[in-house]
């Protein structure tokens, strides 16, 4: 929802890496911790590069999406799986992160699925508020999405204004997951 819920400055020098939890970085809670975004700013044009990792259970799975140094109003996922099986007994799922990096107005948001053809096969519009973040799954979507079973094809997020996002591709037994940014 774009609230502010703590801030923190650490000084690195040059090459040096931060690795840390959010619950450890912000001093909270995991249990007060649910779902949120982390903005990182440098104090001069030096560049930064960094990294989010996922990890579900000590063994269970694990993946990471490198930082995006600059919000796109057009975003390309390059893969979908959702609703198809995955062997095991599990089945795909697919989704997407987003977070509006405008924090005056709001994000007027189109997303479409193609086919491997280029034919649109589901499109939904979603608002984002002002700083907003937002993640789904693509049934959340609704409409089209509601009933997608795809292993292919694309997911094409374009909007008024500029975002953030990654797509995250995973089991619904959490066996398998696997983060991708948008080029």
Do not use: C, W
């Amino acid at each position: 929802d774009g609230v502010l819920i703590s801030t923190v400055s650490r000084l690195l020098q040059p090459g040096q890496r931060l690795l840390s939890s959010v619950a450890t970085l912000f001093g909270i809670s995991e249990a007060q911790f649910k779902a949120g975004y982390i903005r990182a700013t440098t104090s001069t044009a030096t560049l930064l590069a960094g990294y989010t990792r996922f990890i579900y259970g000590p063994t269970q799975s694990a993946t990471a999406v490198l930082m995006d140094a600059a919000p796109k109003n057009r975003l390309l996922f390059p893969h979908v799986a959702h609703g198809v099986p995955a062997g095991g007994g599990a089945n795909y799922l697919t989704g997407i992160a987003l977070v509006n990096s405008d924090t005056a107005s709001p994000a007027r948001i189109t997303v479409t699925a193609l086919g491997t053809d280029a034919t649109v096969v589901a499109t939904a519009k979603i608002t984002l508020t002002a700083g907003q973040k937002r993640s789904f799954l693509l049934n959340e979507l609704g409409g089209s999405f509601a009933t997608l079973q795809r292993s292919n094809g694309s997911v094409i997020v374009s909007a008024d204004r500029p975002l953030y996002g990654y797509e995250l591709f995973f089991t619904d037994n959490l066996s398998i997951m696997a983060a991708v940014p948008a080029p």
